[in-house]
């Protein structure tokens, strides 16, 4: 019923920046946050961060913690990832997510399509 779609990916250098954004249309239901995870090939999902319904209560992974920044936009329901000095390990795809808050990735359960983030050394 809720459907999320991604925005805003593309190529950086090192030390560059990108925002991306997730609009979420229909019913959120009981899901009160939400969430980027991002997933390299051949690597496991990995938790960026999270927001409240409310846009207020953020979580972040620790590897982006103080370099990511996470909002929403309640009048547009949508969240928006501002991404500062990008790392080579940074590259992969990020999805947006609905779920509980939690940085417990198998926890969320409706997810965007992702948009692609490549980061250049």
């Known amino acids: 019923q809720v459907q999320l779609l991604e925005s805003g990916g593309g190529m950086a250098q090192v030390g560059g920046s990108l925002r991306l954004s997730c609009a979420a249309s229909?019913?959120?239901?009981?899901?009160?946050?939400m969430a980027w995870i991002r997933q390299a090939p051949g690597k496991e999902r990995e938790f960026v961060a999270a927001t409240t319904n409310t846009g207020i209560s953020t979580l972040y992974g620790d590897s982006v913690k103080g370099r990511f920044t996470i909002s929403k936009d309640n009048s547009k329901n949508t969240v928006h990832l501002q991404m500062n000095s990008l790392k080579p390990e940074d590259t992969a795809i990020y999805y947006c997510?609905?779920?509980?808050?939690?940085?417990?990735?198998?926890?969320?359960?409706?997810w965007g399509q992702g948009t692609q983030v490549t980061v250049s050394s």
């Open positions: 997510a609905l779920g509980p808050y939690s940085r417990l990735t198998n926890r969320y359960s409706v």
């Open positions: 229909g019913r959120t239901g009981s899901l009160p946050a």
